[in-house]
């Protein structure tokens, strides 16, 4: 990957780039950060760049991830008693040559793993010592890439740690995770940490020209996405959908408002859950994250920082600020847990009918709660 496809980073790119000019590449170095931060795309273009410095003919095996030096350990499932990440790299090699800010959820939903678990395991360390045990194909530096670092189970760091204690002549190995903390200590302690930052909001609005979005929209998508290309992207395609959020949105408000004086309602809900579950699950993960956006907006409201609304519902005659006086200290906690609770059910592959369903109800009782 180029370093100028990289989104922001401009600080981290010239450290990178300056350690190789400089010969000073550390043999082990682990990357944390948010996916969406671009922490993959920083460890490729580090990556091509190393190799290239070596031999100028590399760069467009790099480029399209066939270098036979290079190489990728990430979580799979164990399949007939055996993990090992070669079997789906044409999977992995696709996912990230289309988006390289893919992220663990993407991973899964590309292998549609269900309620199996993806793991690095002890066999998949041992096939990799066995890789880098072998002769360099170009003659020169052999590098792995370990993505998701922090999903190896305590048989496969442990056996890492031997690796990378140890390892083979010419060798560096690059980890990636969105979080140090699942890492083995003494793993973490023989790694140059190397932490990776939220992209700009310059950064975000520069790429975001480029598109037909109007500059209002970019403002709230930059606002929204806190740094992250990820949720950005997301914010991106759901423009198109947010007409039709807000009419869920809208009629999920009064079903919870009307249903305290008319039990019958809850059948309207049923039914505005059954719609919901009919979409894809990310779409319904971008529903769910704008319903969380438009309750703390009301927050806002309610509480006097209408300077930080940066939009609100005007459909039909809905009345915003209304509605805002509703929402208040006593209740968004457990409204935004609700909402948080059933991503993290679809993201493991609830019945999404029930979800909707259980999540249009309890707003009823949330709704009336009083400040």
Same mark, same amino acid.
């Given at each position: 990957?180029?370093?100028?496809?990289?989104?922001?980073?401009?600080?981290?790119?010239?450290?990178?780039?300056?350690?190789?000019?400089?010969?000073?590449?550390?043999?082990?170095?682990?990357?944390?950060?948010?996916? !969406?931060?671009?922490?993959?795309?920083?460890?490729?273009?580090?990556?091509?760049?190393?190799?290239?410095?070596?031999?100028?003919?590399?760069?467009?095996?790099?480029?399209?991830?066939?270098?036979?030096?290079?190489? @990728? #350990?990430?979580?799979?499932?164990?399949?007939? !008693?055996?993990?090992?990440?070669?079997?789906?790299?044409?999977?992995?090699?696709?996912?990230?040559?289309?988006?390289?800010?893919?992220?663990?959820?993407?991973?899964?939903?590309?292998?549609?793993?269900?309620?199996?678990?993806? @793991?690095?395991?002890?066999?998949?360390?041992?096939?990799?010592?066995?890789?880098?045990?072998?002769?360099? @194909?170009?003659?020169?530096?052999?590098?792995?890439? +370990?993505?998701?670092?922090?999903?190896?189970?305590?048989?496969?760091?442990?056996?890492?740690?031997? @690796?990378?204690?140890?390892?083979?002549?010419?060798?560096?190995?690059?980890?990636?995770?969105? #979080?140090?903390?699942?890492?083995?200590?003494?793993?973490?302690? /023989?790694?140059?940490?190397?932490?990776?930052?939220?992209?700009?909001?310059?950064?975000?609005?520069?790429?975001?020209?480029?598109?037909?979005?109007?500059?209002?929209?970019?403002?709230?998508?930059?606002?929204?996405?806190?740094?992250?290309?990820?949720?950005?992207?997301?914010?991106?395609?759901?423009?198109?959908?947010?007409?039709?959020?807000?009419? =869920?949105?809208?009629?999920?408000?009064?079903?919870?408002?009307?249903?305290?004086?008319?039990?019958? +309602?809850?059948?309207?809900?049923?039914?505005?859950?059954?719609?919901?579950?009919?979409?894809? %699950?990310?779409?319904?993960?971008?529903?769910?994250?704008?319903?969380?956006?438009?309750? /703390?907006?009301?927050?806002?409201?309610?509480?006097?920082?209408?300077? =930080?609304?940066?939009?609100?519902?005007?459909?039909?005659?809905?009345?915003?600020?209304?509605?805002?006086?509703?929402?208040?200290?006593?209740?968004?906690?457990?409204?935004?847990?609700?909402?948080?609770?059933?991503?993290?059910?679809?993201? /493991?592959?609830?019945?999404?009918?029930?979800?909707?369903?259980?999540?249009?109800? %309890?707003?009823?009782?949330?709704?009336?709660?009083?400040?």
């Amino acid at each position: 990957m180029d370093w100028e496809k990289i989104i922001g980073q401009e600080n981290l790119q010239t450290i990178l780039k300056e350690s190789v000019a400089e010969k000073r590449v550390s043999h082990a170095q682990l990357f944390v950060g948010n996916a !969406g931060y671009g922490v993959l795309p920083l460890v490729l273009s580090y990556a091509k760049e190393i190799f290239t410095a070596e031999k100028e003919s590399s760069a467009e095996k790099v480029e399209h991830l066939n270098h036979l030096d290079f190489h @990728f #350990s990430f979580p799979v499932f164990s399949e007939n !008693g055996k993990s090992l990440s070669k079997r789906l790299y044409p999977e992995f090699r696709q996912m990230i040559l289309e988006n390289p800010y893919a992220d663990f959820n993407d991973w899964k939903d590309i292998l549609d793993s269900q309620n199996k678990q993806l @793991f690095i395991s002890a066999d998949e360390v041992e096939e990799q010592n066995n890789n880098f045990s072998l002769k360099s @194909f170009e003659g020169g530096t052999k590098i792995l890439i +370990v993505w998701q670092a922090d999903k190896m189970n305590t048989a496969a760091a442990n056996k890492f740690l031997k @690796f990378l204690e140890e390892p083979p002549k010419n060798t560096l190995i690059f980890l990636i995770a969105e #979080s140090a903390e699942d890492i083995l200590p003494t793993i973490f302690s /023989r790694c140059q940490l190397v932490e990776v930052p939220r992209i700009s909001d310059e950064a975000i609005r520069k790429k975001l020209k480029g598109t037909t979005v109007s500059e209002e929209k970019i403002d709230e998508i930059i606002f929204s996405a806190e740094g992250n290309w990820n949720i950005a992207q997301s914010l991106l395609s759901a423009n198109e959908s947010v007409s039709e959020f807000e009419t =869920l949105f809208v009629n999920w408000v009064r079903f919870a408002f009307q249903a305290k004086k008319k039990p019958q +309602v809850l059948k309207d809900i049923v039914k505005w859950g059954r719609n919901i579950a009919g979409w894809n %699950k990310e779409k319904q993960k971008q529903f769910l994250d704008y319903c969380a956006e438009m309750f /703390r907006l009301a927050l806002m409201q309610n509480y006097g920082a209408e300077n =930080l609304v940066y939009k609100k519902i005007a459909q039909g005659n809905f009345k915003w600020e209304s509605f805002a006086n509703f929402i208040h200290g006593k209740n968004i906690e457990s409204i935004l847990e609700e909402i948080s609770e059933a991503d993290y059910h679809l993201t /493991r592959n609830a019945n999404s009918k029930i979800v909707w369903t259980d999540l249009g109800i %309890k707003l009823t009782r949330f709704i009336h709660r009083t400040a």
